[in-house]
C-alpha cells in the first residue's frame, strides 16, 4: 500500500513557475514508476509526464514538453513536477499516481493515486 500527497499548487500568472510535490508514504517508493496527471474542469483526466523508478527514464505529453520537468528522489520518497511558462490551459487539478507495473502514459496501469492540488494560471 502507498499513501502519496501532493503540495505546491496555488495561482500563478501567465509565464510563471511552480513546483509540485508528491510525498509517498512506504518503504518501497523506489519499485513503482511515477506519474502526474491532470484533470480540468468538465475535461477527462489526462497524462502530464512520467519517471521510472531509477529516473533513467521520462516521458512527457506534447503539451507540457520543454516547459516541464519531472523527477524523483527516492531516499525522501518525492516525486517533483517543475512546471515553468505555465499557461492559462494548464489550469487544472494535478494528481500524482503510483504504477507497480509498467512505465506508462495509461490512467489504468496505476495503482495509487494522490488527492490532487489545484493550480490555477492567470491571464
Known amino acids: 500500500q502507498v499513501q502519496l500527497a501532493e503540495s505546491g499548487g496555488g495561482l500563478v500568472q501567465t509565464g510563471g513557475s511552480l513546483t509540485l510535490s508528491c510525498a509517498a508514504s512506504?518503504?518501497?517508493?523506489?519499485?513503482?514508476?511515477m506519474g502526474w496527471f491532470r484533470q480540468a474542469p468538465g475535461k477527462e483526466r489526462e497524462f502530464v509526464a512520467v519517471?521510472?523508478?531509477?529516473?533513467?527514464?521520462?516521458y512527457y505529453a506534447d503539451f507540457v514538453k520543454g516547459r516541464f520537468t519531472i523527477s524523483r528522489d527516492n531516499a525522501k520518497n518525492t516525486v517533483y513536477l517543475r512546471m515553468n511558462s505555465l499557461k492559462p490551459e494548464d489550469t487544472a487539478v494535478y494528481y500524482c499516481?503510483?504504477?507497480?507495473?509498467?512505465?506508462?502514459?495509461?490512467?489504468?496501469?496505476?495503482?495509487?493515486w494522490g488527492q490532487g492540488t489545484q493550480v490555477t494560471v492567470s491571464s
Open positions: 519517471i521510472s523508478r531509477s529516473s533513467v527514464s521520462t
Open positions: 499516481a503510483a504504477n507497480s507495473g509498467s512505465f506508462s502514459r495509461q490512467i489504468y496501469e496505476y495503482d495509487y
Open positions: 512506504g518503504r518501497t517508493f523506489s519499485s513503482y514508476a
